[in-house]
Nanobody, 128 residues
Framework: GPQLVESGGGLVQAGGSLTLSCKAS????????VGWFRQVEGKERERVAC????????YYTDAVKERFAISRDNAKNTVYLQMSSLKPEDTAMYYC?????????????????????WGQGTQVTVSS
C-alpha cells in the first residue's frame, strides 16, 4: 500500500531552522489532505500543521504559527514542513500522515485518528 517517508530531522540550536520532507509513494499526494504531527515520549501525539488538497487551505497549531510553514511540491509527490525560530519545546519525533478517505478533503477539523497512513518519523532535537 501507500508509504510515507519523512526525512530532514536533526539536531539544531534554538533559533535555527530545519525543513522536514514527507515523500509519498503509490498515492497522488496532491489530491489528499496531509498532516504533520509530533510526539514526545510519554506524551500524546500533537497535531502541528496540515494542508488540505486545496493549495491555500492550511492549518497550524498556535504553538507554531508564524514559525512553521507547510508546503507541497506535487511534481515530487512531497510535502514539506519548514520550521524556523526553533525552540527547545519543539523537540519531538515528527510524523506525516494521510488516509484513503482524505482525498479532496479539507484538513482543519481532522485529528490524529482520522489518519491511518503514517511515516516512520524523523527526530527533531533543539538545544538551548
Amino acid at each position: 500500500g501507500p508509504q510515507l517517508v519523512e526525512s530532514g530531522g536533526g539536531l539544531v540550536q534554538a533559533g535555527g531552522s530545519l525543513t522536514l520532507s514527507c515523500k509519498a509513494s503509490e498515492l497522488p499526494f496532491a489530491e489528499y489532505a496531509v498532516g504533520w504531527f509530533r510526539q514526545v515520549e510519554g506524551k500524546e501525539r500533537e497535531r502541528v500543521a496540515c494542508a488540505s488538497w486545496e493549495t491555500d487551505n492550511k492549518y497550524y497549531t498556535d504553538a507554531v504559527k508564524e514559525r512553521f510553514a507547510i508546503s507541497r511540491d506535487n511534481a515530487k509527490n512531497t510535502v514539506y514542513l519548514q520550521m524556523s525560530s526553533l525552540k527547545p519545546e519543539d523537540t519531538a519525533m515528527y510524523y506525516c500522515a494521510t488516509a484513503p478517505n482524505l482525498r479532496w478533503q479539507r484538513c482543519g477539523g481532522l485529528r490524529s485518528d482520522n489518519y491511518n497512513y503514517w511515516g516512520q518519523g524523523t527526530q527533531v532535537t533543539v538545544s538551548s
